[in-house]
């Protein structure tokens, strides 16, 4: 009898192991921060009862980055002449259209011949990390300017992997450029002018929301000024689980425009999607300090520039893809 029961429980672990491996086969390769969603954790989104929440996995998809692992900055820290006075998580990479390494993770698109847009989606599962005490933004870059590039610590191998310094040299230029606009105005207000307006494309900022995805700044004339400073709330950019794993109903894609034209000229009136040629330089990373691409053609390589600030932090689930499509 003994030896009956002992094996009923052997048998009975063997089919617990046996359902646990269907649930890892069911598990959202290439996908990270999935949530079987249970009575408890399903009033954190709106997928209901038994359902994988997922988003892409930064450690497998090298454009992917997750906003919680972004460096923190104030001025404090790096000194008055930096725009960090709100303490934000902040990041700059090098985009460039070669070998699809931003390509789209969930195939969308993909591949790696031809001109393609650029754009972020946002992806995310937790509700309740979407808040309206934190804020992001999100902006891309001309190059601007001779100041030197200074680099952080590789996260990975090829573009994706880069990190530009924001606290000194070029990397500060760009910096200063997207948080407070064109340096000469007063008064916070901004604002870009001059020249600055053909470096900059809006992605996440210029009064874009999810439920206003094709939102513009105003620019009729050559005398515009243009607005860089209306940003979303976290509520206001991500959205929690609607669909099933992986699925782009739990993410809200961004895509990027300007008003300057292929000549890189201001072109007012006329916002146009910013579309990446081939990347044709012949300097790749790994960077050494001092070096950068060998374009500065906005269609051959934009600066992607991405900030969060804010009271409530984001969760392991939030992350923002930056995407050639």
Known sequence: MKHQNSAGRT????????????LVLLFPIGFTTAYLTDKVTASKTSGGTGRWCSVPNPKQ??????????????????????????????????????????APTDGSGAGTAGSRDLSVRLWSCDATSQSTNSSIKVT???????????????KSAGFAGQRLDPTRGFGLELAKLHVRGTSRLTGGLQHLTGSDRQ?????????????????????LTNLCVINIKEVPSFQQAFKNDTGGAGAPSNS????????????????????????M??????????FAQGQ??????????????????????????MVAEVVLR
């Open 11 to 22: 048998k009975r672990i063997w089919i617990v192991v046996a359902v646990l491996s269907a």
């Open 199 to 219: 470096l900059y494309t809006w992605i996440l900022s210029s009064n874009r929301t999810k439920t206003d995805l094709s939102a513009d700044p105003d620019c």
């Open 61 to 102: 998809h090298p454009n992917v980055y997750r906003l919680k692992e972004f460096p923190r900055y104030s001025d404090a820290k790096e000194g008055t002449e930096n725009p960090f006075s709100a303490n934000p998580g902040f990041i700059i990479v090098p985009v460039v259209n070669t070998n699809g390494e931003f």
């Open 140 to 154: 891309g870059w001309r190059a601007t300017g001779s100041a030197t590039p200074y680099w952080l610590s590789e």
């Open 252 to 275: 809200v894609e961004y895509s990027g425009q300007s008003y300057w034209n292929d000549s890189g000229d201001l072109s007012p009136n006329n916002p146009r999607n910013v579309r």
């Open 292 to 317: 950068r691409p060998t374009s500065t053609d906005g269609r051959q390589i934009q600066w992607v520039v991405m900030e969060w600030w804010g009271s409530t932090a984001p969760s392991d689930d």
């Open 277 to 286: 040629t081939s990347y044709s330089g012949a300097r790749r990373p790994p």
